[in-house]
Nanobody, 121 residues
Framework: VQLQAFGGGLVQAGGSLRLSCAASERPFSSTVMGWFRQAPGKEREFVAAIRWSRASTFYGDFVKGRFTISRDNAKNTVSLQMNSLKPEDTAVYYC???????????????WGQGTLVTVSS
């Protein structure tokens, strides 16, 4: 499966953005779709994940209720709604697919290209 992420952009602090990740084909029911981010000079960081079959969701500790991950079965897409954005949320955001839930990037074997999110203060 190929993944394509889009929806990044420039937003002021406190604003919102919605990222989407389109899969080229229906993910297996066991697939976990995740979002990661990487800021300049930092390691790739887990943001959120969702099990495709049951829509169980997982979030990084820093999210604290600001982000919501969801999936659309009909469109084979996973979205990340980001609210109350902060300058420290600035990063390239990547979507990924794996066979099981993990916060570790290496456990995901399919990656989309990144989409840049810039939050201005």
């Amino acid at each position: 499966v190929q993944l394509q992420a889009f929806g990044g952009g420039l937003v002021q602090a406190g604003g919102s953005l919605r990222l989407s990740c389109a899969a080229s084909e229906r993910p297996f029911s066991s697939t976990v779709m995740g979002w990661f981010r990487q800021a300049p000079g930092k390691e790739r960081e887990f943001v959120a994940a969702i099990r495709w079959s049951r829509a169980s969701t997982f979030y990084g500790d820093f999210v604290k209720g600001r982000f919501t991950i969801s999936r659309d079965n009909a469109k084979n897409t996973v979205s990340l709604q980001m609210n109350s954005l902060k300058p420290e949320d600035t990063a390239v955001y990547y979507c990924a697919a794996g066979s099981s839930y993990s916060k570790t990037p290496r456990e995901y074997n399919r990656w989309g290209q990144g989409t840049l999110v810039t939050v201005s203060s």
